[in-house]
Structure formats: structure tokens, C-alpha cells
């Protein structure tokens, strides 16, 4: 378990302008950041943030997910960057059965797992350089439980769980700290466009999350309650088979 005092630290943020992301902005302000980087693919959508929290706090960054050398461009933009938050996330609603299946399955990869191993091939020797810092990836309790009715959603979320546990081994060896967080329904746009404004539970709950764990450096982060209900059941296989090194021979 590695801790990171967040104090005075630069941080870039993901899909910071709505949602969970702008939430974590918020979060890690109030936290004693010193910067944050919002990563944005349409920097007006991010002006709210700098009247929320000042031009001193908040640097607005071009950034999209699909596009091959943006991640690249926006590790170049900053440079500082020791806490990268790589949460930015696509969803559509496809089961195997869908007539769009093959559509749905690729943009999600797309988004949510190229998207996110370009973002860490960029920024892991910018964190290195910085001191080792930390990768925190916004996965989510479906990446542990398929529900069909979004099925490949649910397997890029499990992709990119699968990168995020190589992750906490192969950055070790640099001093990078990483974080995998799995909410339950979250009542963002997300939540709405997967039917789950029920039950979602709010956007701040998450970021609040992702900063306690910067204080616990616990691996897993486990938001709300149904995340937690899935926690309860999952924990002795995340402390025994997950997070502990085992003979790949
Ligand atoms: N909501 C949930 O129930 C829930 C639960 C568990 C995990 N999560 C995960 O949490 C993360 C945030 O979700 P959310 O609920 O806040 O989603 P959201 O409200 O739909 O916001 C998505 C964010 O991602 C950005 N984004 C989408 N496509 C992008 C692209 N190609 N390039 C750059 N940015 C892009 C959006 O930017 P634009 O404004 O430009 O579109 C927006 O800032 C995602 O990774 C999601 O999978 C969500």
C-alpha cells in the first residue's frame, strides 16, 4: 500500500468537465492540490472550472481519447503532472444480441481501454520523472459483474480492470502508486444513458473516494454501497489472488 500526500501535488484530471470527473476536481482542490490539468476534448466545456476554482488552480488541456497522439500532446502540455486520473469513460447499451453489438464493443474499447493504455504509456515516464506520483483508472463494479443489458460495456471495464492490476506491479518498479476504482450507478449523464437514475448514487461520493484513498493507498476503492456489497463478497480474492504477487512459471 503506498499513501500519497496530495498537498501542493499537480494532478491531471480526465473528462474533468462534467460528471465524475468534474467532482474530482472539486475534491482534490478542497484536498490541498496544488494544479490540476483538466484533459478536455472541448476546452469551453471546462471554462466552468476555472470560474469555480481560478486560473491558478485549474489549467485547461485538449484532450480526446480516441485520437492516437492526444494523450502524448497533453503529456507534453504538462510536463509537472505526479497524479494522473484517468477518467474519462464511453458507455453504450449493447448486449451479445444487439444489432449493434460489434459497433458498441468496438467504441467502448476504444474509449475505455485504448484510450486509457495510451494515456499511461504517455504519462508513465512523465510520473517517473516526477518523483513516481500515481495512476488512479475509473473502472467500476462491472468490471467484476456483467449486467447484461450493458454487456460490452461491461467487458471494456473488465479490460481495462485487467490492465489496471498490471499496472500496480509494473509501475512499482518506478515508485507509481496505482488505483482502481470500481463504483456501483452513479447519477452523472452515464448513469442516465444506462437507465440506473434509480439507484445512482451521487458523482461526489466517488471523488470523495478516490481522495481517502490517496490517504489509506488501499488498491481497490470501493464508493458506495453497492459497490460495497460487491467488496464484501470479493475482498479475499482481491487480498489473496489480485493484489498479491504469484509465480507466473
Ligand atoms: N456513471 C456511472 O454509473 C459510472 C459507474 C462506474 C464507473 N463509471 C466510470 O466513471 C468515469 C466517468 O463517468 P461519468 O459517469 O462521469 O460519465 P459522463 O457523465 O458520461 O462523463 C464522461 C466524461 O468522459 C468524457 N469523454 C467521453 N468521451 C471522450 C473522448 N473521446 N475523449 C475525451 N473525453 C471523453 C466526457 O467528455 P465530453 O463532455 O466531451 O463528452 C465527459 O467528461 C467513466 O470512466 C465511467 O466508465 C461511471
Known amino acids: 500500500m503506498a499513501k500519497i500526500d496530495i498537498s501542493g501535488r499537480t494532478a491531471l ?4 468537465n462534467r460528471g465524475i470527473g468534474k467532482e474530482i476536481v472539486r475534491a482534490l482542490v478542497q484536498g490541498g492540490i496544488g494544479k490540476v490539468y ?3 476534448r472541448t476546452p469551453a466545456t471546462a471554462e466552468v472550472l476555472l470560474s469555480e476554482h481560478g486560473p491558478d488552480k485549474v489549467t485547461v488541456v485538449p484532450f480526446d481519447l480516441t485520437e492516437e497522439r492526444s494523450a502524448e500532446h497533453a503529456a507534453a502540455k504538462a510536463p509537472d503532472t505526479d497524479i494522473l486520473i484517468c477518467n474519462a469513460g464511453v458507455l453504450q447499451t449493447a448486449t451479445v444480441f444487439s444489432d449493434n453489438v460489434f459497433e458498441a464493443l468496438r ?9 486509457f493504455i495510451r494515456l499511461v504509456r504517455a504519462f508513465a515516464p512523465v510520473l517517473e520523472k516526477n518523483g513516481g506520483g500515481a495512476i488512479v483508472q475509473l473502472n467500476s463494479i462491472v468490471s467484476m459483474k456483467c449486467f447484461p443489458d450493458f454487456t460490452t460495456y461491461c467487458a471494456s471495464k473488465a479490460a481495462s480492470y485487467a490492465v489496471t492490476q498490471a499496472l500496480k506491479f509494473q509501475l512499482a518498479e518506478q515508485g507509481t502508486s496505482v488505483f482502481s476504482v470500481h463504483p ?3 447519477a452523472t449523464d452515464m448513469g442516465d444513458a444506462a437507465g440506473l437514475s434509480e439507484v445512482a448514487q451521487p458523482p461526489a461520493q466517488v471523488a470523495d473516494a478516490v481522495v481517502e484513498a490517496f490517504r489509506t493507498g488501499e488498491f481497490h476503492v470501493w464508493p458506495d454501497q453497492m459497490a460495497q456489497q460487491i467488496q464484501s463478497a ?7 489472488v489480485v493484489e498479491v504477487e504469484l509465480s507466473e512459471g
Open 234 to 240: 470479493y475482498e479475499g480474492f482481491a487480498k489473496g
Open 184 to 186: 456501483g450507478p452513479v
Open 107 to 115: 467504441f467502448e474499447i476504444e474509449g475505455n481501454l485504448y484510450g
Open 13 to 16: 484530471v480526465t473528462g474533468a
Open 38 to 40: 483538466a484533459a478536455v
